[in-house]
């Protein structure tokens, strides 16, 4: 790959931080043992596999028991959305979310639709955010699970994720949130938000990609009783069956480990390099902000360059890597469903760009992208005349 790459698209995926790689690489090589094997080798690698649950319950505030691993955010969404509503089809087969969710949420809730579930899919105000009033009045006595997204991996925007877990507990449903763009950026800790269910993946903060974990509530009044999606041995404690993915497990712990002693220094640094792009970027003629301007992550922004097409922009960028949309939906046609939901036209959802920061960025590359940004825009407009 080029050296001079410029990567700003940290909310699709994270460089492996060499720290990681450097504790993943005994479990690629001579620490191949099975962490569930009950000889001395299988005892050892298990060891390892207990830190990495440790560190990352210890990030997220929550005991080592209510870690559950999986491939990533993809499956521990499945698992938390379709493994409530089948054990608790009993109460009833409703379910909340928001039309801006991410799409391992929304085809999930499609999918439970096909099998008789009712969805109700939540509108969001220009700004990304959901009105308090309208989350009451959508949770019904036969609502199982209210599933609502800590960050919005478009906009950045931050749902009031406490108080909607109060709302949904008073109604009697369980609380999801799908916490893939949050955890490792900023603190989140499960029992202080109030959260039942929780998703995220190893790959969104500078851990390897292919590995996850689901937070499962063990602890009453909200205890979270799920059926497993994929059978098999029984691994973690029945609800993912499977040989236990080390060297990724043991990555992600580090990566975590890594994220708690360093979060708050990253946040400072990445906020200010954001807020360098952003204000020079809003300084472009017809562009605007996508999303609420405050109430969101540090590490990201979304403008609208109106007239200026945004996949040709990605083109022109060419070794600087800025996205247009959701990457793991980037092959479509249609505009972002997310920037639809903010009520922006089709043209504009496709002049919109989404900057996404991280640990490895520099202002350096920075000063480069805005630069580049800028004469991109213009020319683009001037073919348009
Ligand atoms: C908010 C959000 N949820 C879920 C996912 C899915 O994560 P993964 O592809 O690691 O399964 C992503 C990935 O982009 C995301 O941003």
């Given amino acids: 790959m080029n050296q001079e790459l410029i990567y700003l698209d940290n909310n699709a995926t994270t460089k492996l931080d060499p720290r990681v790689l450097e504790a993943m690489m005994p479990f690629l090589t001579n620490q191949y043992g099975n962490a569930a094997s009950n000889h001395e080798f299988g005892v050892a690698i298990n060891q390892y596999v207990k830190e990495a649950r440790a560190n990352i319950a210890e990030l997220i505030g929550c005991d080592d028991h209510e870690i559950i691993f999986t491939s990533g955010a993809t499956e521990s969404i499945n698992l938390a959305i379709k493994g409530i509503a089948e054990s608790n089809q ?4 409703h379910i909340v979310t928001v039309v801006t969710e991410h799409p391992a949420v929304l085809d999930t809730c499609r999918h439970l639709e096909r099998q008789g579930y009712e969805i109700t899919y939540l509108p969001v105000g ?35 994720i406490e108080e909607i877990a109060e709302i949904a ?31 995220f993946s190893g790959h969104k903060f500078y851990g390897p990609k292919g590995v996850g974990a689901l937070y499962v509530r063990s602890k009453r009044p909200n205890k979270a009783k799920l ?41 400072q640094r990445i906020g200010k390099i954001r807020d360098y792009i ?45 996205s247009n949309g959701s990457a793991c939906s980037s092959t479509s046609v249609e505009p972002s469903h997310v920037l639809m939901a903010l009520g922006l036209t089709e043209r504009q959802g496709f002049s919109s760009l989404r900057i996404s920061l991280g640990r490895f960025n520099t202002q350096q590359e ?20």
């Fill in 126 to 160: 220009p700004d990304g955010l959901l009105d308090m009033h309208n989350v009451g009045q959508s949770i019904r006595e036969d609502t199982i699970l209210v599933s609502v997204m800590l960050v919005n991996n478009e906009i950045g925007v931050i749902q009031r």
């Fill in 278 to 322: 952003e204000k020079e970027l809003l300084q472009i003629d017809h562009a605007f902000l996508n999303g609420h301007s405050n109430q969101r992550l540090y590490n990201v922004t979304n403008i609208c360059f109106e007239d200026a097409d945004a996949d040709a922009m990605i083109i022109d960028l060419k070794d600087i890597m800025v």
């Fill in 366 to 385: 920075a000063v480069i992208a805005v630069k580049s940004i800028k004469e991109i825009v213009t020319n683009l407009r001037l073919m348009n005349v």
């Fill in 227 to 267: 059926n497993a999606l994929i059978h098999g041995g029984g691994h973690e404690k029945g609800l993912r069956s499977g040989t236990l993915n080390v060297p990724g497990i043991v990555g992600m712990g580090q990566a975590a480990w890594i994220a708690r002693k360093e979060m708050q220094a990253d946040a």
């Fill in 90 to 93: 009993g109460k009833g087969k």
């Fill in 169 to 199: 507990h008073a109604k009697g449903a369980f609380f999801m949130t799908d916490a893939t763009q949050a955890v490792g950026k900023i603190p989140v800790l499960v029992n202080h938000l109030g959260i039942d269910l929780m998703s």
